[in-house]
């Protein structure tokens, strides 16, 4: 098969079009990128139970604790009274009657240590009638691999109510999984403890678990779409992610559920999930989103809750003529002061005290998420409020906003006639925001969706990904047949970049054991990591990304009826024709590319394919690289495709494109 290039430049690509899309979701924060290793570590963890408007939550403090030896006297207790912290108010009390008791944390699936590597401990305790030391420790199997001791004596800065910081460092004296975190009392006595936690020395910037930071880092994100999803809006108005909460020390950050701790409840597992535990420390805030975005080189994307808790699951909202409206919208103008503001200002300062001096330089905002309109739910009014204040305020800032959490439906259309009727508002909306988890066949069928979108709205592609399977705990799902699909949908997604500037996966993180939702694009447990096939095309894609597309002469749909779907960029600064094909069929195809004659003069090809043994194929945690691309030089541009593969050729030294 012959793919026709041609000189004749076509859309412009945006700067960082390929991005990523950050939610706390299959442990994604708290038991994943959030460095803390011990889980529950201020005693306030939530027990959330119910279904759709009808949620139940109950205090459960001692959530992952446990008395240490089990068959030791310890007595352990949540209490509150006289709090360390009043945003999190509950402590746990420890009695112990011997040496060498105390109290152990789950940690997930155990601690993991690497050798060497030290590990830094902190932890708030009020003396009640202890003046021995307190002894930290990581064992397994009767062996200590980490071990340190505090004098109760070494307390550091003191709250009002004699709680002391003590801190401390813990090495490793060898590799282990699945270890013991134990914290006990040298001689017997009475101790109040609180946020007791423990993070890596490589820990990026002290915050950030560093292999998942490095994979995130190696996708050369365009931007950061943070922190959800559903998460910004919570199942109840009372449970959704205030951003001030976060902006505190992180002791002081208000313990809250995770709306992923009841997907799917129904009758048959009496509406409480296997993750009804799951919640949110905060640890990863506002802040430390910017933060992370700055140090991967992404554009930072916050999303803003309107005064709806998630339609799917709720029909809570907020009157808009109401005060708590008001608060909502107030909210709004607060983020983009934190992020922009200078010194003088309120939230400016705010950050300046955090650590960060310097404005982050925020350009884009969702306004709301998967949101639509119904006789109840506003949106479209509230988005028009929402948009006027912030371009009254800042009208700089680009918007976002949502079609609703499908592309086929009522809620969609209704959608992009709301916005079409403002497209002649300048600055109404910068683009919106599409959702599409379907199945491969849809993605190989519609690689033509864009091809006739009216071009003055733009698409924010904020959501997608093949389905070949899904449901809990499927790294499976995650195979080379949907990430070919999603690499052909993407041709479609570039060619017409005129209208997509933005493009994301999701979801991006899973714990391995502890998902809601598959596929993913990156898999991991408490020692290793790896990427999805699905992770490879998003890597594949964002390190080849052109200036504009290339005319490629109408051989598109011709292709795809052979099962070849392709697209053509240039880089400008590279000299560099980039063409990325993919071969859907299970033969191998022989593709030819017919270049203009001017270009072969001191041309270089080079090709960057991925394939693997079959469509179900994927990779795991013995197998991470079963699905990954490998490099191969061409001397012509000519290559034979594997069966399902998808190649990126670089044509390189194109000099006859530059001056165009």
């Known amino acids: 098969m012959n793919i026709k290039i041609s000189t004749e430049k076509k859309a412009t690509i945006q700067e960082g079009m390929t991005g990523l899309f950050f939610e706390d979701i299959n442990y994604a924060a708290d038991g994943g990128l959030y460095a803390e290793m011990l889980e529950n570590r201020s005693f306030e963890f939530l027990k959330a139970t119910g279904d759709y408007c009808d949620y139940q939550v109950e205090y459960d403090g001692g959530y992952g604790w446990c008395a240490y030896p089990g068959d030791g006297e310890a007595g352990l207790r949540c209490v509150t009274g006289s709090p360390h912290c009043e945003e999190n108010p509950h402590y746990l009390r420890l009695q112990t009657k011997h040496p060498g008791e105390g109290v152990r944390n789950k940690a997930y699936d155990g601690i993991f240590l690497k050798k060497g590597m030290n590990y830094k401990l902190v932890f708030w305790a009020r003396c009640v009638k202890f003046s021995g030391d307190f002894e930290i420790s990581v064992e397994k199997g009767g062996v200590c691999y980490a071990q340190t001791a505090i004098s109760a004596a070494d307390g550091q800065e003191e709250t009002y109510n004699c709680f002391r910081k003590y801190e401390g460092v813990l090495q490793a004296g060898a590799d282990v999984e699945q270890a013991d975190f134990l914290f006990c009392l040298s001689e017997p006595g009475t101790v109040e403890l609180d946020f007791i936690s423990l993070i890596p020395e490589d820990a990026v910037g002290g915050i950030f678990r560093k292999d998942l930071f490095d994979m995130l880092k190696e996708l050369h994100p365009g931007f950061l779409r943070f922190p959800g999803g559903c998460i910004v809006e919570g199942n109840t108005l009372a449970n959704r992610y205030r951003f001030k909460d976060s902006l505190k020390p992180v002791w002081a950050r208000k313990n809250n559920w995770n709306r992923w701790a009841v997907h799917e409840n129904n009758a048959k597992n009496n509406y409480e999930s296997d993750y009804c535990h799951y919640n949110q ?16 080189g992404a554009s930072p994307l916050p999303v803003l809750n309107v005064g709806f808790a998630c339609q799917y699951q709720s029909k809570e909202l907020v009157d808009r003529e109401s005060p708590a409206f008001r608060e909502f919208l107030q909210d709004a103008l607060d983020l983009i002061e934190f992020a922009n503001g200078d010194e003088s200002t309120h939230w400016g300062a705010v950050r300046a005290q955090m650590g960060h001096k310097e404005p982050f330089g925020l350009t884009m905002v969702g306004v709301g998420n998967e949101q639509w309109q119904t006789e109840k739910a506003d949106f479209f009014e509230r988005y028009e409020i929402f948009e006027k204040a912030i371009h009254a305020y800042a009208p700089e800032i680009k918007l976002i906003g949502s079609a609703g959490p499908d592309i086929t439906s ?30 491969p066949e849809w993605l190989y069928d519609h690689t033509d969706f864009y091809d006739n979108y009216p071009r003055k709205v733009k698409v924010f592609s904020g959501e997608y990904a093949a389905h070949p399977a899904s449901g809990f705990n499927k790294p499976e799902a995650n195979t080379l047949e949907g990430a070919l699909a999603e690499a052909a949908f993407l041709t479609g997604v570039e060619r017409n970049a005129d209208v997509v500037v933005l493009a994301s996966y999701a979801p991006l993180f899973a714990r391995l054991g502890y998902t809601q939702w598959s596929p993913d694009m990156i898999w991991f447990d408490a020692s290793n990591c790896y990427g999805s096939p699905s992770y490879y095309v998003q890597k594949m894609y964002a390190r080849n990304m052109g200036d504009v597309t290339l005319d490629t002469c109408g051989g598109e749909k011709a292709a795809a009826a052979e099962g070849i779907y392709y697209s053509v960029s240039f880089s400008k600064a590279e000299k560099t024709v980039i063409v990325k094909i993919i071969n859907s069929r299970e033969t191998e195809q022989s593709i030819s590319l017919e270049l203009p004659v001017s270009w072969k003069d001191g041309m270089k090809v080079q090709a960057e394919i991925l394939t693997g043994a079959g469509k179900d194929a994927h990779n795991s945690i013995e197998a991470p690289e079963n699905v990954a691309p490998y490099v191969k030089e061409l001397d012509r541009a000519d290559i034979v495709l594997p069966p399902l593969s998808f190649a990126v050729l670089r044509v390189e030294n194109v000099a006859a494109l530059c001056s165009c």
């Open 281 to 296: 420390t905060l640890g990863l805030g506002y802040y430390e989103y910017f933060l992370l975005c700055e140090m991967i």
């Open 410 to 439: 009522e809620r969609y259309t209704k959608a992009w006639e709301f916005y079409h009727a403002h497209e002649e508002q300048e600055d109404f909306v910068y683009a919106v925001d599409e959702h599409y988890y379907v199945k």
